[in-house]
């Protein structure tokens, strides 16, 4: 019992102890066209030692000269126990703010990039349903294709909307179709999710 407690916490410090060290080059590349693809696939690797699903996204620089880093699960509920771990145990950092999940977008027009998908909140409409207490929703998404690729920017822009966590936790069913204009009149802009979500906490 204890060696694998042991096994489970020494990836987390090696990470923190190595992104400490490197906070400022990290801070500085991470967005470079140059060196930002090596730097990512870096993070990642290290990552994937304490759990395969973890990744990570960064902020741009905010108002007090600092960049938040989100540490994420990807959406997969068995994971997210990692992520909590591994923001309570990071260290005070000079460059960095570090939050669990990716965060809400205070904002009604955001948009996302994933490989040849890009989606706005826009391009998503939807009806939601609660059955024995629990929220299902029917997305309605401009030119769907039924790719994963696609579902996965989808849900980018889901955690936009409203956060990975509450995604992961307060929806119980997702169906995916195709929007057509004329659906739109009877939809609800996917912005509006944020209100049905929080009134059922």
Same mark, same amino acid.
């Given at each position: 019992?204890?060696?694998?407690? +042991?096994?489970? !916490?020494?990836? *987390?410090?090696?990470?923190? *102890?190595? +992104?400490? &060290?490197?906070?400022?080059?990290?801070?500085?590349?991470?967005?470079?066209? =140059?060196?930002?693809?090596?730097?990512?696939?870096?993070?990642?690797?290290?990552?994937?030692?304490?759990?395969?699903?973890?990744? +990570?996204?960064?902020?741009?620089? !905010?108002?007090?000269? /600092? *960049?938040?880093?989100?540490?994420?699960?990807?959406?997969?509920?068995?994971?997210?126990? +990692?992520? /909590?771990?591994? %923001?309570?145990?990071?260290?005070?950092?000079? /460059?960095? =703010? %570090? &939050?669990? #999940?990716?965060?809400?977008?205070?904002?009604?027009?955001?948009? @996302?990039?994933?490989?040849?998908?890009?989606?706005?909140?826009?391009?998503?409409? #939807?009806?939601?349903?609660?059955?024995? =207490?629990?929220?299902?929703?029917?997305?309605?998404?401009?030119?769907?294709?039924?790719?994963?690729?696609?579902?996965?920017?989808?849900?980018?822009?889901?955690?936009?909307?409203?956060?990975?966590?509450? @995604?992961?936790?307060?929806?119980?069913?997702?169906?995916?179709?195709?929007? *057509?204009?004329?659906?739109?009149?009877?939809?609800?802009?996917? @912005?509006?999710?944020?209100?049905?979500?929080?009134?059922?906490?």
């Amino acid at each position: 019992m204890l060696l694998n407690l +042991f096994n489970t !916490l020494e990836p *987390k410090e090696s990470f923190w *102890k190595w +992104f400490s &060290k490197n906070e400022d080059r990290i801070f500085r590349d991470i967005d470079s066209e =140059d060196d930002g693809d090596l730097l990512y696939e870096e993070i990642i690797s290290k990552l994937h030692r304490i759990d395969e699903n973890l990744t +990570f996204d960064t902020s741009p620089i !905010l108002s007090n000269n /600092k *960049k938040e880093l989100y540490l994420s699960a990807d959406g997969v509920g068995d994971s997210f126990h +990692f992520v /909590k771990e591994l %923001v309570e145990e990071a260290p005070t950092l000079n /460059k960095w =703010d %570090v &939050k669990a #999940f990716r965060q809400r977008v205070s904002e009604d027009n955001y948009t @996302v990039s994933f490989d040849d998908y890009t989606l706005s909140y826009s391009d998503v409409f #939807f009806n939601s349903i609660i059955e024995n =207490d629990e929220l299902g929703i029917q997305l309605y998404i401009r030119n769907y294709d039924d790719t994963i690729e696609m579902e996965h920017a989808v849900y980018l822009l889901l955690d936009g909307v409203l956060g990975e966590y509450d @995604v992961a936790t307060c929806i119980d069913a997702i169906d995916w179709y195709a929007l *057509k204009d004329a659906d739109t009149d009877s939809l609800q802009p996917i @912005v509006e999710l944020r209100a049905i979500v929080d009134q059922r906490k």
